[in-house]
């Protein structure tokens, strides 16, 4: 019922930027805090930037000041656009739905993911 569809991976050169979109299906979008994670192979996903539904933000420490994560909740979609890319960045990119409120509140879910590399 719940689906998180992401769109925008590709190849990249460091240095440059690509903007990754998630829409969101299923759900009441503003009850959620909606993210981007990231995971490459033997390693551990983690948090490339949250936003609630008032505007709070949260980045991972590693992106922070590159990356920048928006949200249209007439449109059930979230945005990240990524700049300054390096090849450090090359992972898959998930969406995410954190519940913030009500009945909806300790609940996720999870997009397919997207690849995004970054190379010469």
């Known amino acids: 019922q719940v689906q998180l569809v992401e769109s925008g991976g590709g190849l990249v050169r460091p240095g440059g930027s690509l903007t990754l979109s998630c829409g969101a299906s299923?759900?009441?979008?503003?009850?959620?805090?909606m993210g981007w994670y990231r995971q490459v192979p033997g390693k551990q996903r983690e948090l490339v930037a949250e936003?609630?539904?008032?505007?709070?933000?949260w980045f991972g420490d590693f992106v922070r000041g590159r990356f920048t994560i928006s949200r249209d909740n007439a449109k059930n979609t979230v945005t990240l656009q990524m700049n300054s890319l390096k090849p450090d960045d090359t992972a898959a990119y998930s969406c995410?739905?954190?519940?913030?409120?009500?009945?909806?509140?300790?609940?996720?879910?999870w997009g397919r993911g997207t690849q995004v590399a970054v190379s010469t």
């Open positions: 936003m609630s539904d008032m505007g709070p933000t």
């Open positions: 299923g759900l009441t979008f503003r009850l959620y805090a």
């Open positions: 995410h739905a954190r519940g913030e409120f009500g009945a909806v509140q300790g609940t996720e879910f």
